[in-house]
């Protein structure tokens, strides 16, 4: 089966780095991409970023973009999302997630019924 694990968050300060990774295993699929999503308490799943198959696009929300970098290393098949500048707001669960074929495509790369499965998640605390 498809499995996904989230690991690398912790408590850093305003301004600190952090480097979050997705290993992924279990599919074989022709069309895929791995976003990843943070939840915050009491608010709504909020999509991030996405990388497609190969890492050959890359997509950002507005509010991470120029601070967040998402990459991959094919070979391990482990998915990373560095993130810089942080801020207490982007205090959150994070979770990677594979979105199978072009359900990112018709419903929206940050949409969350657009991915079919989901990691554990990795909590990232921000201190002000």
């Known amino acids: 089966d498809v499995q996904l694990q989230a690991s690398g968050g912790g408590l850093v300060q305003t301004g600190g780095s952090l480097r979050l990774s997705c290993a992924a295993s279990g599919f074989t699929f022709d069309d895929w991409g791995i976003g990843w999503f943070r939840q915050a308490p009491g608010k709504e799943r909020e999509g991030i970023t996405l990388i497609s198959k190969g890492g050959v696009e890359k997509y950002y929300a507005d509010s991470v973009k120029g601070r967040f970098t998402i990459s991959a290393d094919n070979a391990k098949n482990v998915y990373y999302l560095q993130m810089n500048n942080l801020k207490p707001e982007d205090t959150a669960v994070y979770y990677c997630?594979?979105?199978?074929?072009?359900?990112?495509?018709?419903?929206?790369?940050?949409?969350?019924?657009?991915?079919?499965?989901w990691g554990q998640g990795t909590q990232v605390t921000v201190s002000s």
């Open positions: 997630a594979v979105s199978i074929g072009k359900a990112a495509q018709i419903l929206g790369i940050f949409a969350p019924d657009s991915y079919d499965f």
